[in-house]
């Protein structure tokens, strides 16, 4: 009976293995609004959970009725008993629960400034840059989006109260900080960061906020593209580095995970972040094309690399910039009839598609 015992584990582990290629199986979006969860709950409970998606980061910002910082509600935020059943149905299909506020960069979009620097304007790193009335790119202040100074001695009181009023709501074991696309670091006039090192500046807000999830165990997500030196490798300014941040990625905490976007190539950079000891996952946009080569290059990876970096390459998932609502009605409506193959809607299901054709090859090769 013992023997029996031993041989049904082991099939369980092995042809669970042989099946779970990747750890995350996930989809970044926003959370949705307030009239739009009952929507949400029914998209995750009939189409997410079913297909498998294991890692659902949402992008809360300040879409909540926050208690500790109430000044930084949005309007009509999600109320504490909308976040529950999000919890709730993710719980039931076992998801992965991640809440992401933008932290450092992204504190505007376009003519607006979002709420912390709305509130608390004496932590933009920028003052003397003002928000346009009609926002271009390019322009001559090179603004894409505000950055908070992360050196102002009171900004993580006021972020800090957020991160960990959003992950206890969220009832989360990880939480994702955002911090992409910063271009406004250790700018010339600020009085705190000016002559300061970029990636130095970069590396010490990354491990602040990860040291300070750490204390309850929980662990710090980030996008990669700050990490990557584009001048090296090519690649750009947007998904890579060309204000010398790139060298914080030896400097930043190993138990940093790593979300690598990138959405006109399947750039083989998972590899750097493995290489550094990092965990990483790549994260296609609404290039189907691009989503399924991705999917493949991560599992060559982990088929062709050695057992200490093998770990490190944890999956992937998929990103939508749109609003949760419309994510959803597109899907729908390209459920029986793909309207345009370069969608996200496309893109995500391609993504999928090809994680089950890597599991199923994998399965026939064990």
Not at 194 to 207: C, H, L, M, T, Y
Request: glycine content about 4%.
């Amino acid at each position: 009976m013992r023997k029996l015992l031993y041989i049904f584990l082991y099939t369980s582990i092995y042809f669970g293995h042989a099946q779970d290629i990747f750890e995350v199986k996930g989809l970044c979006i926003a959370a949705p609004n307030a009239d739009g969860v009952t929507e949400f709950v029914k998209f995750v409970d009939e189409e997410l959970g079913p297909i498998g998606i294991n890692t659902l980061v949402l992008r809360v910002d300040f879409n909540y009725a926050y208690e500790s910082r109430p000044e930084l509600r949005g309007n009509n935020p999600l109320s504490k008993e909308q976040i529950k059943e999000l919890v709730a149905v993710a719980k039931k299909h076992h998801i992965n629960l991640i809440p992401q506020v933008n932290l450092f960069g992204h504190q505007s979009w376009a003519e607006k400034t979002n709420k912390l620097l709305e509130v608390y304007p004496e932590f933009d790193e920028t003052p003397h840059i003002k928000i346009p009335e009609k926002y271009e790119w390019p322009n001559a202040d090179e603004l894409y989006c505000k950055s908070y100074c992360p050196l102002h001695p009171e900004v993580h009181n006021v972020v800090f109260d957020l991160v960990d009023e959003i992950i206890s709501v969220f009832e989360a074991k990880a939480f994702h900080a955002g911090m992409d696309e910063v271009f406004y670091i250790a700018d010339k006039k600020c009085p705190r960061c000016q002559g300061k090192d970029p990636a130095a500046i970069f590396a010490n807000e990354v491990n602040k906020i990860s040291r300070h999830l750490e204390i309850n165990n929980k662990r710090l997500w980030i996008w990669g593209d700050r990490l990557i030196d584009a001048s090296t490798s090519g690649i750009g300014m947007w998904e890579a580095s060309m204000n010398n941040t790139a060298r914080a990625i030896d400097l930043i905490d190993k138990s940093v995970v790593i979300c690598d976007w990138h959405y006109e190539k399947a750039l083989p950079t998972p590899a750097l972040f493995a290489l550094k000891g990092l965990d990483v996952i790549a994260c296609p946009w609404k290039k189907p094309d691009v989503a399924k080569e991705q999917v493949n290059m991560m599992y060559k990876f982990k088929e062709n690399v050695t057992p200490e970096m093998k770990e490190h390459f944890l999956g992937m998932m998929h990103t939508v910039w749109s609003s949760a609502s419309e994510f959803i009605k597109s899907y729908h409506a390209q459920k029986d009839k793909e309207i345009n193959p370069i969608t996200q809607e496309a893109c995500f299901r391609a993504m999928m598609a090809a994680i089950k054709d890597v599991e199923r090859i994998s399965k026939n090769v064990n």
